[in-house]
Nanobody, 122 residues
Framework: QVQLVESGGGLVQPGGSLRLSCAIS????????IGWFRQAPGKEREGVSC????????VYADSVKGRFTISRDKAKNTVTLQMNSLKPEDTAIYYC???????????????WGQGTQVTVSS
């Protein structure tokens, strides 16, 4: 069983930055990957980025490449999503999730946090 808690969402103007954090607890965490997903009203949940907790390998959706950076702190059991050059279309509820097998497909993730709202608006 893995528990995840997101923090760091909020309101930001276009072009601004936000940092989301995901605090992770559980056993055998080195066997997991952590993904960030987002869901805007009326849209399907979208994979944004993921990182392997063991080797730090990362994957990004094309829509965020060059703007978002995912990282992990193994000592603190946290994964951070640094979001720069934010656009109004980045507005969504952002979730972190854990899986032992998968990349950016939400169906592959059995453990989810409660989500945090990110709003990009002037």
């Amino acid at each position: 069983q893995v528990q995840l808690v997101e923090s760091g969402g909020g309101l930001v103007q276009p072009g601004g930055s936000l940092r989301l954090s995901c605090a992770i607890s559980g056993f055998g965490l080195d066997t997991y990957a952590i993904g960030w997903f987002r869901q805007a009203p009326g849209k399907e949940r979208e994979g944004v980025s993921c990182i392997s907790l063991s080797d730090g390998n990362t994957v990004y959706a094309d829509s965020v490449k060059g703007r978002f950076t995912i990282s992990r702190d193994k000592a603190k059991n946290t994964v951070t999503l640094q979001m720069n050059s934010l656009k109004p279309e980045d507005t969504a509820i952002y979730y972190c999730a854990a899986t032992q097998w998968g990349m950016l497909n939400a169906d592959e993730y059995p453990y989810w946090g409660q989500g945090t709202q990110v709003t990009v608006s002037s």
